[in-house]
């Protein structure tokens, strides 16, 4: 068993040197598509189905977004 770990992190240490990104691949989400919407009124279940994204993931784009705002603003 420690063998097995220590050959794991061993591979993806190596992985990552050469650039290989480790982990789920992310989603785009039009965000300023998804902000227009939210600006509508829309709930973020709706435009989650109008994009073709998890609610979760335009839950995360728009307080992302919120965040980068507030962050321009200060």
């Given at each position: 068993r420690a063998q097995?770990?220590?050959?794991?992190?061993?591979?993806?240490?190596?992985?990552?040197?050469?650039?290989i990104r480790i982990g789920r691949p992310e989603v785009a989400v039009d965000v300023e598509r998804a902000l227009a919407m939210k600006a509508e009124g829309d709930s973020v279940?709706?435009?989650?189905?109008?994009?073709?994204?998890?609610?979760?993931?335009?839950?995360?784009a728009l307080q992302r977004a919120r965040r980068g705002a507030a962050g321009e603003a200060a």
């Amino acid at each position: 068993r420690a063998q097995l770990v220590e050959r794991t992190k061993a591979g993806m240490e190596r992985a990552r040197k050469q650039g290989i990104r480790i982990g789920r691949p992310e989603v785009a989400v039009d965000v300023e598509r998804a902000l227009a919407m939210k600006a509508e009124g829309d709930s973020v279940r709706k435009i989650a189905q109008r994009l073709k994204v998890p609610a979760s993931t335009v839950q995360r784009a728009l307080q992302r977004a919120r965040r980068g705002a507030a962050g321009e603003a200060a």
